[in-house]
């Protein structure tokens, strides 16, 4: 009989366990990818994601086609295609790797028992987070709040599995189903093509995600600790993408860091990677709704066109703003220090709804998920829980001082940046610790 591989956000031959039980039933396996614009909540992808994902399947495609596997590529509402395919193929299985927001989970989950209801076999499985958001647990069984004791309880519980290798034997049979041609999804920007700096910067695809790993881990990994907050060094990993699309598991991440280092502050790192997906599964409603609802009622001034404006395209005169700006539209990345301050200036300095801000993170980075994007923008706004208090405002002068002493990275990305900022940085930051006492007040 034949099995489908439904691939999400798990684009990888290696660690995928829904693919490698396919390939171990024996049979014919097609693997599919959807892409759903259509299902109730689906966000749709911003336009950096769009690039990143159209390179990945190529790759993908290419990945599995050594195993006899073909990739096929459908459009449309998941659930109607997922079972369009079954018909056609006369599917005995369906397989796949859990995803985790709300929307997605529903649609996994009405699928499961309506192939199931109809004969048809279906198995998820465990691949892209470390611990499964109902595992970790408080005393009383809910969800933690605070990141130490989440990570302290993630700590304590067995240690994550070990990476499963790719499949070492292709597929019984071969099949062959009629598939979209990918250009015709149109993912890759033409006029105007945006996307030369992204290409310049990344390699999308399995291939090329492990050789980073194992590059970093060689390399980076030993100074990680004394060099992650200075963005003038390239002192991370820059893996983030590759976590995102799956090109890498989690596990095959934390093990590889263990055996080179140790892991350190590293695994940390993953932990916060866990602990933003742990929240969404708490609060399903992070891209849109103040985890503390006292901010609900936060007095935010209609925004400013011209300032926003400047923030995004790198032109607000703060020199560390306008370079990780730019940093972000050029290369769909912007290292973690910088993101916080472009985050605070915006939220705190131009008293821009957070939102506005995720939004355009949303569109341009290549990392952009779910979970990340929505809970470190309200930890920065510090509507979040476990976030820096909203009083607590970086001087983005003194971020660049401290974190970028030799100006490396401003040199790199916004040389030309004056240092004369569209908006007074003081009485900015006085007006928005003025508005953030009244919610306090009315609280
Ligand atoms: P490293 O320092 O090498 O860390 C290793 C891995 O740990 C990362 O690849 C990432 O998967 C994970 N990680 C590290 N820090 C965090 C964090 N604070 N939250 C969640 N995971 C983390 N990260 C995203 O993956 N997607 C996003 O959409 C995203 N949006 C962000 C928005 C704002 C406003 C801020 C302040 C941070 C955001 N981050 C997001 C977190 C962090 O900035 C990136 O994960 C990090 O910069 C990626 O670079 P790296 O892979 O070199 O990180």
């Given at each position: 009989g034949?099995s489908?591989?439904?691939?999400?956000?798990?684009?990888?031959?290696?660690?995928?366990?829904?693919?490698?039980?396919?390939?171990?039933?024996?049979?014919?396996?097609?693997?599919?990818?959807?892409?759903?614009?259509?299902?109730?909540?689906?966000?749709?992808?911003?336009?950096?994601a769009?690039?990143?994902?159209?390179?990945?399947?190529?790759?993908?495609?290419?990945?599995?086609?050594?195993?006899?596997?073909?990739?096929?590529?459908?459009?449309g509402?998941?659930?109607?295609?997922?079972?369009?395919?079954?018909?056609?193929?006369?599917?005995?299985?369906?397989?796949?790797?859990?995803?985790?927001?709300?929307?997605e989970?529903?649609?996994?989950?009405?699928?499961?028992?309506?192939?199931?209801?109809?004969?048809?076999?279906?198995?998820?499985f465990?691949?892209?987070?470390?611990?499964?958001?109902?595992?970790?647990?408080?005393?009383?069984?809910?969800?933690?709040s605070?990141?130490?004791?989440?990570?302290?309880?993630?700590?304590?519980?067995?240690?994550?599995?070990?990476?499963?290798?790719?499949?070492?034997?292709?597929?019984?049979?071969?099949?062959?189903?009629?598939?979209?041609?990918?250009?015709d999804?149109?993912?890759?920007?033409?006029?105007?093509?945006?996307?030369?700096?992204?290409?310049?910067?990344?390699?999308?695809?399995?291939?090329?995600?492990?050789?980073?790993?194992?590059?970093?881990?060689?390399?980076?990994?030993?100074?990680?600790?004394?060099?992650?907050?200075?963005?003038?060094?390239?002192?991370?990993?820059?893996?983030?993408?590759?976590?995102r699309?799956?090109e890498?598991?989690?596990?095959?991440?934390w093990h590889e860091?263990?055996?080179?280092?140790?892991?350190?502050?590293?695994?940390?790192e993953?932990?916060?990677?866990?602990?933003?997906?742990?929240?969404?599964?708490?609060?399903?409603?992070?891209?849109?709704?103040?985890?503390?609802?006292?901010?609900?009622?936060?007095?935010?001034?209609?925004?400013?066109?011209?300032?926003?404006?400047?923030w995004?395209?790198?032109?607000?005169?703060?020199?560390?703003?306008?370079?990780?700006?730019?940093?972000?539209?050029?290369?769909?990345?912007?290292?973690?220090?910088?993101?916080?301050?472009?985050?605070?200036f915006?939220?705190?300095?131009?008293?821009?709804?957070?939102r506005?801000?995720?939004?355009?993170?949303?569109?341009?980075?290549?990392?952009?998920?779910?979970?990340?994007n929505?809970?470190?923008?309200?930890?920065?706004?510090?509507?979040?829980?476990?976030?820096?208090?909203?009083?607590?405002v970086f001087?983005?002068?003194?971020?660049?001082?401290?974190?970028d002493?030799?100006?490396?990275?401003i040199?790199?990305?916004?040389?030309?940046?004056?240092?004369?900022?569209?908006?007074?940085?003081?009485?900015?930051?006085?007006?928005?610790?003025?508005?953030?006492?009244?919610?306090?007040?009315?609280?």
């Amino acid at each position: 009989g034949t099995s489908i591989v439904w691939f999400r956000d798990d684009l990888r031959v290696h660690d995928n366990p829904a693919l490698s039980a396919a390939i171990e039933r024996g049979g014919a396996v097609v693997a599919l990818y959807v892409l759903d614009e259509e299902s109730a909540g689906i966000r749709p992808l911003g336009g950096a994601a769009r690039w990143w994902l159209h390179h990945s399947l190529e790759s993908l495609a290419r990945g599995l086609g050594d195993l006899g596997v073909q990739l096929v590529l459908r459009r449309g509402e998941a659930q109607r295609v997922v079972h369009e395919l079954v018909a056609q193929t006369g599917a005995e299985a369906v397989l796949w790797n859990r995803r985790y927001s709300l929307p997605e989970r529903t649609v996994d989950t009405d699928l499961k028992s309506r192939l199931r209801a109809e004969g048809t076999d279906v198995a998820s499985f465990a691949a892209s987070l470390l611990h499964e958001p109902w595992t970790v647990t408080t005393g009383t069984g809910s969800h933690y709040s605070v990141f130490t004791p989440f990570w302290r309880a993630c700590l304590s519980r067995p240690t994550p599995r070990l990476p499963l290798p790719a499949p070492l034997e292709a597929a019984a049979e071969t099949a062959s189903v009629p598939s979209d041609d990918l250009a015709d999804w149109r993912l890759l920007p033409r006029a105007p093509d945006w996307s030369r700096g992204l290409a310049e910067a990344w390699e999308p695809g399995e291939p090329a995600a492990r050789r980073q790993l194992l590059e970093f881990v060689r390399g980076g990994l030993a100074d990680y600790d004394r060099a992650r907050d200075e963005p003038g060094l390239e002192g991370t990993s820059r893996l983030s993408p590759r976590l995102r699309w799956g090109e890498l598991s989690p596990f095959t991440v934390w093990h590889e860091a263990v055996a080179a280092d140790g892991g350190g502050r590293f695994l940390t790192e993953l932990g916060w990677r866990e602990f933003a997906w742990h929240t969404l599964d708490r609060f399903p409603d992070l891209a849109t709704k103040n985890l503390r609802a006292e901010f609900d009622s936060f007095p935010w001034p209609q925004p400013d066109e011209y300032a926003l404006g400047a923030w995004r395209s790198g032109q607000t005169g703060v020199p560390l703003v306008d370079a990780g700006m730019r940093e972000l539209w050029t290369t769909g990345h912007m290292h973690n220090r910088v993101r916080m301050v472009v985050a605070s200036f915006l939220v705190k300095n131009l008293l821009i709804d957070w939102r506005v801000g995720e939004e355009w993170f949303w569109d341009t980075l290549v990392d952009a998920d779910a979970a990340s994007n929505p809970f470190n923008w309200q930890w920065v706004a510090g509507s979040g829980a476990d976030a820096a208090p909203y009083f607590r405002v970086f001087n983005p002068m003194l971020q660049a001082e401290k974190f970028d002493p030799h100006r490396t990275y401003i040199d790199r990305w916004a040389p030309d940046s004056t240092g004369e900022p569209i908006v007074d940085l003081q009485a900015t930051r006085r007006a928005a610790l003025r508005a953030y006492d009244e919610i306090k007040r009315a609280r």
